[in-house]
């Protein structure tokens, strides 16, 4: 019996009062910490950076609680589940980008910077149209990325609340849009950090107690549940090796490639985590926080293998797939089975729980992408285009809210039309757009002395533009009948569903390009001060 049918099923409405108490006690805890954290919250370096005052533990876990989303908790255990090691490929992709953004990005950009991606950039540069362009980069990065989670807590609690009208899936959206404007306009950065925190542990623990019962299922013998999935899944040994999801064709090989680029790329310009790099005091703070992220966040792939694998050994894939095609319900899937199977109190449980879990990690990665969206636009577009500099901090916060009340108005119209889309092309939209438009200005503005303002302008818009266009026309939008945004509509003629293969190293060409063709020569001096901020943190912020 799937999910979906369980959860229709009349049976399962003695169990509902329970999913929703454990729902309401979740939105409750974090709305008191919320509003505990905005009375705290005085000026704008409270709001954007909660202060700098947390410590590398602290933020280490925030960021954790931050990257590890829906698209992680929900979507690889469902791709393994699936597709065996083809799944596994996206753990692989997100722990190892978490390196890049390490090496790269973390230190030279705390140092750098003070609230926002368009301060490193705007420093050696004409400040408006570079804030302007990295303003419209983070905005549209973060809304993509936005649409996933929003699409991703529609399935999840329609799901869970037996829901099934479009009503009633458009007031879900309507109600996680809400609760997040709440977060950050009231808390701030705070507020968001502390939620974040909150849910890592959570999420930390279930896929804790989720792999120990997997792996007490099978006497704690990995090669027992490999062989389990592998014999369950109908491919056999193939589940187990490379080119299930990708090897059959030339174009399923060029699409790998094309989303490993977006993936090991795309972390270390995307504006939710950046902002992250802000919220502590010192730079050995800074890599403190990313060596704890670093920690958790590969303890947590680790257990997805349980996970995606335990899903394959234990559930008929015929149920995952009539539960969500893409597999997006397998984790919930699984927890029900370890706790008992469908009608049994302790399945219905568990099954709380782990929703819980997941609509937390939603609900966490929201604030965290629309407090990164809202700072940008009121710390860049808004105090440095708009006024040019001269609003006071008070105008800022205030523009700040304002924004996250709009940009929260406009997730929740885009997600009520998303609610019933492929979530992971919108994910990997955001990659691709991030590691196209962000990452090579960030780069090049950090290392390459010679780096001008029209370089940046091509690489952002050139990057942000081509990543966007190729998708709109990509089967993920239209022409798969299986998994396409809209079905019946076939006007794609790009081949890939990512694409990263082309539009990263156009993002990178066009910087170089620009800057290569501009009559405007770098400031030798200003690259000087830059290099020496990045690499020690002197005068920094």
Do not use: C
């Amino acid at each position: 019996m799937t999910l979906t049918h369980h959860l229709a099923a009349g049976g399962a409405s003695e169990h509902r009062p329970l999913i929703i108490t454990l729902f309401g006690l979740f939105v409750v805890a974090t709305l008191v910490i919320t509003v505990w954290a905005g009375r705290q919250t005085k000026g704008a370096a409270d709001f954007y950076a909660g202060g700098r005052q947390f410590t590398g533990f602290q933020n280490g876990l925030a960021i954790s609680g931050d990257y590890m989303s829906a698209a992680s908790f929900l979507g690889i255990a469902g791709a393994i589940a699936l597709f065996g090691y083809d799944g596994f490929l996206y753990s692989i992709g997100f722990l190892v980008a978490w390196l890049v953004a390490l090496l790269l990005v973390a230190e030279p950009l705390r140092n750098s910077g003070r609230y926002t991606m368009g301060d490193v950039l705007a420093y050696r540069m004409r400040q408006r149209p570079v804030r302007t362009a990295a303003g419209t980069s983070t905005i549209v990065v973060s809304i993509f990325y936005l649409l996933a989670q929003m699409a991703g807590a529609g399935v999840l609690v329609s799901l869970l609340l037996g829901i099934t009208s479009d009503g009633g899936k458009v007031a879900i959206v309507a109600l996680v849009g809400v609760l997040m404007i709440v977060y950050v306009s009231v808390g701030g950065m705070k507020g968001t950090t502390w939620v974040q925190m909150v849910k890592a542990v959570l999420l930390i623990a279930g896929a804790l107690l989720l792999t120990f019962l997997v792996m007490w299922k099978f006497d704690f013998n990995v090669s027992a549940l490999l062989g389990k999935a592998a014999e369950e899944s109908g491919k056999g040994a193939a589940f187990l090796e490379p080119g299930l999801k990708y090897g059959a064709t030339g174009t399923s090989k060029l699409d790998f490639i094309s989303l490993g680029l977006a993936l090991v790329l795309g972390t270390a310009g995307l504006p939710h985590i950046l902002i992250r790099f802000y919220t502590v005091p010192t730079a050995k703070a800074a890599r403190k926080s990313v060596n704890w992220a670093i920690g958790i966040i590969g303890g947590f792939y680790l257990m997805t293998i349980a996970l995606g694998f335990g899903a394959a050994a234990l559930l008929e894939r015929s149920d995952i797939i009539a539960s969500n095609p893409a597999g997006n319900t397998a984790a919930p899937l699984l927890a029900q089975e370890l706790g008992g199977g469908a009608d049994s109190t302790g399945g219905a449980i568990l099954l709380a729980v782990i929703s819980a879990v997941a609509f937390a990690t939603i609900l966490a990665v929201v604030a965290g992408l629309t407090l990164a969206s809202s700072s940008s636009f009121a710390h860049d577009i808004y105090v440095n285009v708009i006024r040019k500099g001269r609003a006071t901090e008070q105008e800022e916060v205030r523009a700040a809210r304002l924004s996250t009340v709009v940009i929260g108005a406009v997730a929740i119209g885009l997600g009520a039309l998303a609610r019933d889309l492929n979530v992971a092309g919108l994910v990997a939209l955001a990659f691709a757009v991030a590691a196209s438009a962000n990452l090579p200005t960030i780069l090049y503005s950090l290392f390459w002395k010679r780096f001008t303002t029209r370089g940046a302008l091509w690489s952002i818009y050139g990057g942000l533009i081509s990543a966007v266009v190729l998708v709109l026309f990509s089967p993920v939008v239209s022409g798969n009948p299986k998994s396409s945004m809209f079905k019946g509509v076939d006007f794609h003629w790009f081949p890939l569903e990512n694409p990263g293969i082309i539009s990263i190293p156009l993002g990178f060409l066009l910087g170089w390009l620009g800057t290569v063709l501009s009559k405007e020569k770098a400031d030798p001096q200003k690259y000087a001060e830059l290099e020496v901020r990045s690499l020690t943190g002197t005068g920094a912020h």
